[in-house]
Every structure is written in structure tokens, then in C-alpha cells.
């Protein structure tokens, strides 16, 4: 069997990147033949981001939420929150002993905080937490913990996943084979999606199109969307209009081939946010409304979540008795 994984971090709202990123080719994986899927809430990773304990309560309600709605299915998938999982913290120590710090000041958000610092001329690691610092051992916890091969993200993610799998090669080599290598699947056609700005949809860029905006709202945004000033009648270049990867994303081969040509033939602005938003809508109303009705019954998402927390632990527990023996520690009887 294939095992694939993949976590979300509850410190926000869902947007359109989390859901054609991480959620839509999760779910489509998980319904393949030969799988085992393990989808999760990162709520410890939520805690380096935020400390408003209500944000990371309703993001964990809204995320789950958005991942039934969108089709998972719980009896075929692991679905649970990180921080019901007690080996992934352990086991996050035991990659810690064996990560190396260097390859760690490597990582993209730790080295982004230090830049932004060193460009306002601050001491280096103002303002930085060692979770910030830690955030890729945790995340090869929870990767090599249920020994997925493939860890379907957006391309911001791959970078870890390639630490994740050095972490497991060296724990391996010092300790004998216990770990799977993990590989990173990236959706090329969404590997980024754009937000507002052109930048990527992100929340620390507050640039988002959440996935459950009402229409009314979802329209206003689409059509704060930033384009140039190409007039109606002027050709429009496609691949460089956020526009257009937000319409690619949600569209079938031949509606982007015919959006492609209309851009070529100079399709006014305000029409192709039309049909942005036309599209997304269709995609997103059936979700919303299941989402609505999931929203509104939080315990019985919570059932979900322990089942599936059971269901982890479950795997969980013997791997970690397995590796507390293989570095010399004593299993509690
Ligand atoms: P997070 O919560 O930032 O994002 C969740 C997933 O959504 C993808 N994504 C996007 N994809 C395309 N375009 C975008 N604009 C966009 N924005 C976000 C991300 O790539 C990601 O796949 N550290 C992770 C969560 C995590 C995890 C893990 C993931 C914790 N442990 C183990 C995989 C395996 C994170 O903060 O993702």
C-alpha cells in the first residue's frame, strides 16, 4: 500500500490556495485503489503563527469542516488533529537530536524572518520562536510518523519535505531502517495559486479568497483582483494574470484552452472576472452549503476527529515503542 499525508495549519480562515493546493488532490489520492490516506489539523504547528487560543478552536472547527465538505471521506482516511497524536512531539525530539542546526537556518520561513530582520537592520533572530526554528522537525514528525511515500502540498511546502526526508535518512543510518522517504506531489498547475495581489495566496500576505465566502463576497473579491490596464480589444497575456491560474484552477482543460484563446483575444477585464467568479462559484456552492450544515454541529466534527485520533494512535503508539527502543530508551511498562 501507498501512504500519503498531508496537514493543514489551523491559524486561519480556508482559502481558495489551501483547498486547490492541499485539499482537492488529497482527496482525489485518497479515493484511489492501494492507498491509505492520513489528512490532518497541524494545530501544534498553528501555535508558532498565533496565541489567540480561539482563532487556532474556530480554525480547527473551519478547516475540518471545509475537508468534509469537500467530499473526505472518514471511514477510508485517517482524519485527525496533530495534537491528539502524543507520539509526534516525542518523535519530533528524537529528529531534532539528529537534524542538523545548519540544515535547519536553511529552511524558507526561519530564513525569511531573519532577512526581513537583517534588512531593518534588527539582531538577526528578533522576534523569532524556536517553534518558527523547530517547524520543519515537527512537520517531519508527522510525516514519517505513519510512514507516508507521497505528501501531496503546494510548492511552498516542498522544501521541508526535503528535509524530511534527510531527517529520516540519518535517524535510519544511525539507528537501522525504520523510516519511509518521503516524497513531496506537487500539482503543477496549482502549485502556486495567486491571491489578490498577483503574490501567493497566503495568509500572512492577507491577499486571500477564503473558500466559503458568500457569493456576494466572493464576487467583491474576485473583482478587487489586481490586472493591468490593457484595454477591451488589447490581448491579454494569460500566464502572467492571476486571473487566469485562478481560472485554470478551477476549470477543466477545455474551458481554460477557451479562456486562454479569449485572453489572446483581448477580453475586457471585467468580463473575465465575471467568468472567474461564474466559475468558482459553480465549483464552490454545492461545498458551501454542506459546510454551512457541518459548521453549525461542531461535536459532530469533534466525533470524527477522535475517531480518527483513535484510529492514529492506533499506528502511532506501537512505531513510537518500536523507536524509543532503537535509540535506548526504556518503554513504559
Ligand atoms: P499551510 O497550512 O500553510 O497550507 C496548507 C496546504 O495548502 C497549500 N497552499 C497552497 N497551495 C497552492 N497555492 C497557494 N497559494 C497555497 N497556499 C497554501 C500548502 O502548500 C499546503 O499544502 N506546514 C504546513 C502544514 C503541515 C504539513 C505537515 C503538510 C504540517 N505538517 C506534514 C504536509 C505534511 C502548512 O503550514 O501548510
Not at 536553511?106 to 517553534?131: L, S
Not at 475517531?307 to 499506528?315: C, L, N, Y
Request: charged share 25%.
Amino acid at each position: 500500500v501507498q501512504r500519503i499525508l498531508t496537514g493543514i495549519t489551523p491559524s486561519g480562515t480556508p482559502h481558495l490556495g489551501n483547498y486547490a493546493g492541499a485539499i482537492r488532490p488529497a482527496i482525489a489520492a485518497s479515493r484511489q485503489q492501494g492507498v491509505e490516506s492520513f489528512y490532518f489539523l497541524a494545530d501544534y504547528h498553528a501555535l508558532i503563527k498565533t496565541t489567540d487560543p480561539a482563532r487556532v478552536q474556530r480554525s480547527t472547527l473551519e478547516i475540518s469542516a471545509t475537508w468534509l465538505a469537500a467530499g473526505l471521506d472518514t471511514e477510508r482516511v485517517w482524519f485527525y488533529r496533530q495534537s491528539d497524536i502524543p507520539g509526534i512531539p516525542e518523535l519530533a525530539w528524537l529528529l531534532a537530536c539528529v537534524a542538523g542546526k545548519g540544515l535547519l537556518n536553511r529552511a524558507h520561513a526561519y530564513k525569511a524572518a531573519v532577512d526581513k530582520n537583517v534588512a531593518a537592520q534588527e539582531d538577526a533572530d528578533a522576534g523569532v520562536n524556536m517553534g518558527l526554528f523547530m517547524y520543519p522537525v515537527l512537520m517531519a514528525a508527522d510525516i514519517l510518523m505513519f510512514k507516508s511515500h507521497k505528501v501531496p502540498v503546494g510548492r511552498d511546502q516542498i522544501q521541508h519535505i526535503e528535509m524530511a526526508r534527510d531527517m529520516a535518512a540519518s535517524f535510519n543510518h544511525l539507528y537501522g531502517e525504520h523510516f519511509v522517504l518521503p516524497e513531496a506531489e506537487v500539482d503543477a498547475s496549482v502549485a502556486t495559486l495567486p491571491g489578490l495581489d498577483g503574490r501567493k495566496m497566503s495568509k500572512s500576505y492577507d491577499n486571500t479568497i477564503p473558500l466559503f465566502a458568500p457569493a456576494a463576497e466572493l464576487k467583491r473579491l474576485i473583482f478587487s483582483i489586481v490586472t493591468d490596464s490593457k484595454a477591451p480589444g488589447e490581448p491579454k497575456d494569460a500566464e502572467g494574470s492571476a486571473l487566469f491560474q485562478l481560472y485554470q484552477a478551477f476549470a477543466g482543460a477545455e474551458e481554460a484552452r477557451a479562456m486562454r484563446t479569449a485572453f489572446e483575444d483581448g477580453i475586457a477585464w471585467g468580463e473575465a472576472k465575471q467568468a472567474l467568479f461564474e466559475r468558482i462559484d459553480a465549483v464552490v456552492a454545492p461545498m458551501r452549503e454542506k459546510y454551512e450544515a457541518l459548521i453549525a454541529e461542531p461535536e459532530r466534527i469533534e466525533r470524527h476527529l477522535q475517531e480518527g485520533a483513535a484510529k492514529a494512535r492506533a499506528i502511532a503508539t506501537p512505531f513510537m515503542a518500536e523507536l524509543r527502543h532503537a535509540v535506548g530508551l526504556r518503554n513504559l511498562a
